[in-house]
């Protein structure tokens, strides 16, 4: 028989344990599915996660491990000192197998309360692992997806994952079929169909991508790449 969750309690006692065992100065990431609620401790910088760049709530949950870490880096370069993970959201250790594991191995379990949640101490932005490039599984697409339309959902994705790794939207270029990549920016996203749709733009591309750093690398997305210095159009 499946125990019926009282869920007004169980925020309570959430912020209560936000409350209990952090610092005014501590701002908490929680995995709140939107819910207002559970950001709402007294004292303490409490927000969504996953969010946005505004730290709205992202609005859907991560598509696969690497992308729930992507957005748990991303939060923690934007500040977050602490992850909290209610009892309701315990599927995440299971599903995001990827993310568990990374928090196994660089996070500090501070609470683990079976009946209200796991409170995680987040490393620094400066001892946490540099952002692998990360092999996910291809994306299927049906043979008469139109290719222009392919590059478009791929740029999309792109530029949402740069967010979330603290990229300012207007900062991410995104390499064109004309091979342009605009007056300037921190980070650029190379569409893995831009190879078929023009391969010298593609080329062109991942040229200048390799000056810098390459932060993921999506089989079926393409590659993102945080730029050493500014880009210039030619």
Do not use: K
């Not at 690497?66 to 209610?86: E, I």
């Not at 949640?117 to 008469?144: D, H, I, K, N, Y």
């Not at 959902?153 to 991410?172: D, Y």
Request: glycine residues 8%; negative net charge.
């Amino acid at each position: 028989m499946t125990a019926v969750v009282d869920y007004p309690a169980l925020v309570t006692r959430c912020l209560a344990l936000i409350e209990a065992h952090t610092d005014a100065s501590d701002a908490v990431a929680v995995v709140s599915r939107g819910d207002a609620a559970l950001t709402r401790a007294s004292d303490r910088s409490v927000g969504h996660f996953p969010a946005d760049a505004d730290g709205r709530w992202l609005g859907y949950h991560p598509a696969d491990g690497q992308h729930a870490l992507d957005l748990l880096l991303g939060a923690m370069q934007r500040g977050a000192s602490h992850l909290l993970v209610p009892a309701t959201a315990s599927w995440w250790f299971d599903h995001y197998a990827q993310f568990d594991r990374w928090l196994d191995a660089n996070a500090t379990v501070i609470v683990d309360d079976l009946h209200t949640g796991r409170l995680f101490a987040l490393p620094t932005t400066e001892a946490q692992p540099s952002v692998a490039p990360a092999a996910a599984a291809p994306l299927t697409w049906r043979p008469e997806d139109d290719l222009a339309e392919r590059v478009e959902w791929q740029t999309r994705h792109l530029q949402e994952l740069a967010v979330a790794l603290g990229a300012s939207t207007e900062n991410v270029l995104v390499a064109g079929v004309d091979g342009g990549l605009g007056d300037r920016g921190t980070h650029l996203a190379v569409p893995a169909s831009l190879q078929r749709l023009s391969p010298t733009a593609w080329r062109t591309a991942c040229a200048r991508g390799s000056a810098g750093r390459l932060l993921a690398d999506r089989r079926g997305l393409g590659s993102l790449y945080l730029l050493t210095r500014p880009a210039r159009s030619r």
